[in-house]
């Protein structure tokens, strides 16, 4: 937001004289009101803003070329899924007006938004840092382009479902967009190939979340150049990447000690020997190389979700072992954070927490219990 030159104080005093000149009775009061208003300082008509919805930003920034000015330096967040029709031609009257926007949502429940939309985007939000176009269905490969050339600071891009997506516009996009530490390709088939995953790996080391579910042509080549090249990572989601094997989790397991959430719904491919790599990882992380690193307070060590569903090929054995090395994977009700749903095999796993329920049990019923 702006940085003013009133303070709390000053801004709660105008607030407070705008009321009071509205309350009066005399025509003279409402007029000077209305001038109030009009002259409104550019902190307080941005604190006012910032308890509206984004629906009512759009219509304040109609109203004169004083709040227009103001909410064009000011604003920095805005979400229009709430736009059911004529989302593109909004983006496109709206976007030359809001230059300073970092965040800015285009979901979209039915496809609206065209090329031309992202372009504009791309020509005026230069500091955009958070862009989601998820479910745009009519974007091709120039969204790409522009945002790569016109949104090099993007840290957060969610493209989940744009299923017109090239690999080589992805690539293209990558070797821009350097910052990128979240990604959503959900779906994503034609773009999230092993190729675009190793421009990803070699352009963006500071990856910390990506999303590759149900990008079927994602083998174990992509996924051990993205182990490599970003060792940042805490969440990879592979469910429905029916190409990977036991490769790719050994790769994660030995190349990023910081991962904390792992999807492997229906990779049917993967075995014991994954599991195995995955929970002898934290002992790495410990005494191997990576006890090198700098700690992070905010880090807890090891996996805190994991989801193995439909991962037919698991033992009890294996999966055990992965769920003693991480105590936050949980299989009790309530915190389910181990997943192995589809796989009957496995009811026999348990978590911490029942080995504890277990052993507060045996000394309720010991007779020497008080």
């Known amino acids: 937001m702006v940085s003013g030159g009133l303070g709390s104080g000053d801004l709660d005093a105008w607030f407070q004289n705008l009321i009071v000149s ?24 941005l604190r006012i803003i910032s308890l509206v919805d984004d629906r009512m930003v759009i219509v304040a920034s109609g109203v004169c070329t004083g709040w227009r000015d103001a909410l064009c330096l000011g604003l920095t967040n805005l979400s229009l899924s709430w736009c059911k029709n004529n989302m593109n031609n909004l ?26 939309a992202v372009e504009t985007v791309a020509n005026y939000c230069h500091d955009l840092r958070d862009l989601d176009l998820s479910k745009s269905f009519k974007l ?6 522009s945002l790569a050339n016109g949104c090099p600071r993007l840290t957060k891009l969610n493209i989940s479902g744009c299923s017109a997506f090239s690999d080589s516009a992805l690539a293209y996009l990558t070797s821009y967009c350097r910052n ?6 959900c779906g994503c088939v034609r773009a999230a190939t092993d190729r675009a995953l190793q421009a990803i790996a070699y352009n963006c080391s500071q990856l910390e979340t990506l999303n590759l579910g149900w990008c079927e042509g994602v083998s174990d080549n992509g996924v051990t150049s993205l182990a490599s090249g970003c060792p940042d990572l805490r969440a990879l989601d592979l469910c429905g990447c029916v190409l990977i094997t036991d490769e790719s989790v050994i790769a994660l397991a030995n190349g990023c000690p910081r991962l904390r959430s792992l999807g492997l719904y229906f990779c049917q491919n993967i075995t014991d020997r994954a599991m195995y790599s995955l ?9 191997g190389l990576w006890g090198l690193l700098p700690n992070s307070s905010d880090d807890k060590e090891g996996l805190m979700n994991l989801n193995i569903s439909q991962c037919t090929a698991l033992t ?3 999966v055990q072992a992965v ?13 389910h954070s181990l997943i192995i749903s589809g796989c009957l095999n496995l009811t026999s796993v348990h978590c911490v927490c029942a080995d504890q329920a277990h052993r507060a049990a045996r000394l309720a019923l010991s007779p020497h219990a008080y």
Request: net charge positive; charged share 20%.
């Open 180 to 185: 990128l530490k979240h990604l959503n390709l």
């Open 323 to 335: 769920c003693d090395s991480f105590p936050a994977l949980h299989t009790c009700p309530g915190r």
């Open 22 to 45: 509205g309350g009066g009775k005399k025509s003279g009061g409402v007029a000077a009101a209305m001038a109030g208003w009009k002259d409104i300082p550019m902190e307080l008509l």
């Open 140 to 145: 091709t490969d120039h969204s790409l382009y």
């Open 316 to 318: 009890p054995p294996a």
């Open 91 to 116: 983006v496109q009257s709206l976007a030359p007006k809001f230059t300073k926007l970092q965040v800015l949502s285009l979901r979209q429940d039915r496809p609206q938004l065209e090329d031309i």
């Open 279 to 287: 929970a002898n990882s934290l002992v790495k992380s410990k005494h």
